[in-house]
């Protein structure tokens, strides 16, 4: 089975894990039970170590240059449907997780595979071989009557269904034909060390489910108060947010899968199963912006419950397991061969161990914002925030690896900084508002004393820009937030010209090729590793809400950010997906779908419609 392009994956889930669906019918990566455990299938890593579970046409009957090959989500839901058509018929798989079920109903944790013709005659074949463990791990395949159990040492899967199977090696193999109006339904799930596979569920009960499953994600996207231009990439983005999340604890995961590359054949493959305060923190407030308070407060709950489990020095993690776990140890899995020959691949991710001095900057802002959109936050969760405060104050001044996780040394990255005063600067404000108790002075001075640090030494006097790192003259992506977190004026000269210096394309020491944006030049900083990247999609949006701001004293660039955000649509998937990257021939790259770029998706919409609208920006600023 050849390498599918990244951008040809649906996902599903049911927020405890997720599944990538492929345009010809084929799950290549599914965690079970949850988002971070380990993968039973892996194609989409190793086409032929990996493990999948195919359900296409058959080749005999339906040679492949005769099908087509649709994608589509049924509207306003992460229920997915996989289509096929021929000159004999039209047949698609409804591939989703039943929500919103009690632990004793039918269909709890299970995934779905309803395949239906829905003209004429279709035959397909039907293929599923597990691999778990990250393909590291045997299994023992049982035939049953009514599917197949697949048992190994840590885990077991079964296969219920009506369809009559046959072992194919250490999975099995099946060909079935409908016609018009007809059903069959495959159902996998996770059963108990020597239980059978389960019973199959009838083609009605597979139907009840469908639709119960449809009106949940409706249900639940009706709380969106986005009425905007682009409102349905917005509501697609918010969707997959609420896909990454982890119901158990509102945990939410950077992307759902581990080992993608950033650049094919490189090095740059990181597992992003695991919950960045970062990332989490932008996308509570782009979930709080459009109207979803229930999962900001999962979140603020998960947040507190990590402050009350500091490190001895005082500090927050940059990252933790979706369960609050504190280690993540990394390891390669050298037996795969990763994907289109990208190796090695990584799960874990050391970078848990980083000093990461922005995050108590997103940390607060989220948490300010929350207070005042959300729920007032309690006396006893400020408690925790304030140590949080008092321990950058202590810091602010150190290196560390900064928000791109560099692995070549520490360096005193202006973002880092930046972030710094955001973390006081939101504290000050939320003691104030709420009364709290507060070591106000030193805050205030502190605070003051990193603003004319990063306008001494992080502006480049020759550069005329904010710069990467005291003493660099490099560029970076992270200081369009300089104006984004109200630390400078949209308008001031200096983020204006920050600005100007960032659009620059690379061949001109810029960041900007085509209207995408690189986060910096790994040529000018190494940042220890080998290869190249794409452009970074995240970056393009913050660039979009720079703009947008910078309208205000300039409206061409109002409708350049207009332009730059519309152009970026186009490159989503057929689903409205993105991965994290965009390569050279305009391929997706990286983890998948990922949650920090459908994040600032939402917030570039929701400034720019609003910019758009009412011809005046700051007066909608939410601060």
Known sequence: MAYQPIEHYGIIGNMYTTALVGLNGSIDWLCFPNHDSPSVFAAILDDQKGGCFKISPSLASSPTSQVKHRQLYWPATNVLITRFLTSEGVGEIIDFMPVGLSSEEIGYHCLIREVRVVRGTMQFEVECCPAFNYARDTHDTTLTPKGVCFYSDQMSLGLATDVPLQEKGKGVWGEFALSQGEIAVFVLQGIEAGAGCGLPIPPAKATDLFKHTVHYWRQWLSQCTYRGRWREMVERSALTLKLLTFEPTGAIVAAATCGLPEGIGGERNWDYRYTWIRDAAFTLYGLLRIGFTEEAAQFMNWIEQRCRELNPDG????????????????????????????????????????????????????????????????????????????????????????????????????????????????????????SFPADRQRWLAVRDRIYEDIMEQGWDQNRQAFVQYYGSQSLDASNLMASLMLFVSPTDPRILKTLDAILC???????????????????????????????????????????????????????????MFEGMLGYANHLGLYAEEIGSSGEALGNYPQAFTHLSLISAAWHLDKALTNGSYISQMPY
């Open 315 to 434: 500090s927050l993690q940059i990252m933790y397991g979706i369960d609050g776990r504190h280690k993540l140890p990394e390891e390669t899995l050298h037996h795969l061969d990763g994907y289109r020959g990208s190796r090695p691949i990584r799960i874990g991710n050391a970078a848990y161990a980083q000093l990461q001095l922005d995050i108590y900057g997103e940390l607060m802002q989220a948490v300010y914002l929350y207070d005042k959109y959300g729920m007032p936050i309690s006396y006893d969760l400020w408690i925790h925030l304030r140590r949080l405060v008092d321990w950058v104050c202590d810091h602010w001044h150190k290196p560390d690896e900064g928000i791109w996780e560099f692995r070549s040394g520490q360096q005193h990255f202006v973002y880092s900084k930046l972030m710094c005063w955001v973390a006081l600067d939101r504290a000050l404000r939320l003691s104030n508002k709420r």
């Open 505 to 563: 394309p690379p061949q001109q020491g810029g960041l900007v090729a085509n209207s995408l944006v690189y986060r910096y030049n790994p040529e000018e900083l190494p940042d220890g590793l080998q290869g190249q990247e794409g452009t970074f999609n995240l970056c393009t949006f913050w660039l979009v809400e720079a703009l947008t701001e910078a309208g205000l004293a300039d409206p061409k660039k109002l409708e350049d950010a207009r332009l």
